[in-house]
């Protein structure tokens, strides 16, 4: 079903008034790794949408390395997410964990998330296939491009064909980025599926100098979108503040993105 062998046409996906997918400007989704307050997910929503963001990402549920660290304000979370949307009218992403809470995240997002270490939670997939939202399926770190198009398969198996894969970086021996950031399978996966791709050069490269470079490479590579981490004071991030942009790093990077644009 994922393949461009049975679906010569690409797919276009839905969210609100924003369609991903389709041949024309590439679509922006930024926030913070993590909501975190109603200060900071409110202000956050204003600047990038001030920006020009199309849609607004944050975790409400986190899947964080170990327990001991900020596990996500769940529910709340959600609740300031959609305060978030009515304030700027920006469709919100937001990572859902698990089959059981696929239905209350499902009520407050608009795209719903699927993280990395959960691309093959196979019973979460097959619980969003059930659904109509659009699903945002990011990468394993350590899923080869086939393994991530036979999990796009299990949700489209179930009747759900609003997915956007998401590419973010994988394991590899190198150390000095947080991850390998695999830009080859952006034109490959637009070559063997019809389903719009997406880049998260923050969670690829794990440190804030690389993002917008690396943005911009995916989007010369093809991508339909990309997804950028953007905190108002990224030093007191309770997640991934190394990796998050400044206000005014944003700024910068939308400006460059739409000068990209004319080349596109
Ligand atoms: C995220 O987008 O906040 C996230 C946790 O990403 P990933 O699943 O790609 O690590
Ligand atoms: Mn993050």
Redesign the pocket.
């Known amino acids: 079903l994922v393949s461009r062998d049975f679906h010569p046409r690409n797919t276009i996906v839905r969210v609100c008034d924003v369609s991903i997918g389709e041949g024309k400007r590439p679509v922006v989704v930024a926030g913070p790794?993590a909501v975190e307050g109603e200060e900071q997910i409110l202000k956050t929503a204003r600047a990038v949408k001030k920006a020009g963001a199309d849609l607004l990402?944050g975790?409400a549920f986190?899947?964080r390395t170990g327990p001991h660290t900020f596990q996500g304000m769940r529910e709340e979370g959600l609740k300031l997410l959609a305060k978030a949307r009515e304030a700027t009218g920006l469709p919100i992403v937001t990572?859902v964990m698990s089959p059981d809470t696929v239905g209350l995240v499902a009520e407050y997002a608009d795209l719903l998330?699927v993280?990395?270490?959960n691309m093959q939670n196979f019973e979460l997939l097959k619980e969003l296939g059930r659904t109509r939202k659009p699903v945002l399926l990011?990468r394993g770190m350590s899923a080869t491009l086939e393994e991530f198009l036979a999990a796009a398969e299990y949700i489209l198996a179930e009747g759900n064909p609003h997915v956007i894969l998401c590419e973010?970086g994988i394991r590899t021996f190198e150390t000095a980025t947080r991850n390998t950031l695999d830009l080859a399978v952006v034109p490959l996966i637009r070559e063997m599926s019809h389903l719009p791709v997406m880049v998260?050069p923050s969670?690829a490269t794990g440190k804030r100098s690389l993002v917008a470079p690396m943005a911009k490479a995916a989007l010369v590579a093809g991508a339909h979108g990309v997804?950028i981490e953007v905190h108002p004071e990224p030093d007191k991030a309770l997640s991934?503040g190394p990796q998050s942009l400044t206000f005014h790093g944003f700024d910068v990077l939308m400006e460059e993105i739409r000068r990209l644009n004319a080349f596109l």
Request: net charge positive; proline share 6%; with cysteine.
């Open positions: 790794c990402r975790g986190k899947p990572e998330q993280g990395a270490r990011k973010r998260d969670h997804l991934d």
